[in-house]
């Protein structure tokens, strides 16, 4: 949220209308609607995960709709800005996707992009236990540099490129916890081998741990800004 408040507006961001693009169960709706005040619309096609947001991530000032990154249940120049986390390698057309994001914007407007990329994953601690995701990844994940080629095609300037390192987990124990329940969609691309070994791997570096120390990963943040 620190990131994404350093490029709105100071003033104002309670009459801010939101797109969560892709968001899943919610994890970024109410954040983005408490921490600026605005309007959030969540898209998500999954029926379950929209379910689930609206049982869990309710808020009054957020509504989640059925929709696809492709077709946009938004009328043109309606958003203020649009926030995407973890989402864009599952976009059918990310061309197209780009070009509906460009429609529904304000001129000026601002497209946020949380997400990991090709050859980009060193950063990510879990990697190191589960060796056969990470080479899932690297062959699914977007590339950087095509990925901002596709935008700035779409009408879009670059505006800021970083990594935010943030808090994964508070230990390895915890981290443990986390992923024995298989919650990783690279799971279900790995076989049963791969998964029981990574998680003993991990477990055995979580007993191991004899002071627990936050897990903390960088995800790459991309900023652009809707031409006019």
Wanted: proline content about 5%.
């Amino acid at each position: 949220m620190e990131a994404v408040r350093e490029f709105l507006p100071d003033e104002r961001t309670d009459r801010l209308t939101i797109l969560d693009l892709g968001c899943g169960t919610g994890r970024f709706s109410v954040p983005l609607a408490e921490h600026f005040g605005a309007r959030v619309i969540g898209v998500e096609p999954s029926d379950e995960m929209r379910q689930k947001a609206e049982a869990n991530a309710a808020h009054p000032r957020v509504t989640y709709l059925k929709g696809y990154a492709e077709e946009i249940p938004r009328e043109d120049g309606s958003c203020d800005a649009v926030f995407m986390s973890q989402v864009i390698h599952h976009f059918e057309d990310v061309a197209h996707a780009c070009l509906e994001l460009h429609r529904v914007l304000k001129p000026e407007a601002t497209v946020f992009v949380r997400n990991c990329f090709r050859g980009r994953l060193d950063a990510i601690p879990w990697y190191g236990f589960f060796p056969a995701a990470k080479e899932i990844d690297n062959r699914r994940l977007p590339d950087l540099d095509e990925l901002m080629r596709t935008f700035v095609s779409a009408g879009f300037e670059r505006i800021a490129f970083r990594a935010v390192v943030q808090e994964l987990d508070p230990s390895l124990h915890a981290l443990y916890e986390r992923l024995k329940l298989r919650s990783l969609s690279a799971f279900e691309l790995m076989t049963e081998k791969q998964i029981t070994d990574g998680l003993e791997a991990l477990r055995n570096a979580a007993l191991a741990e004899t002071e627990p120390k936050p897990v903390t990963e960088a995800i790459d943040f991309l900023v652009f800004r809707r031409e006019n």
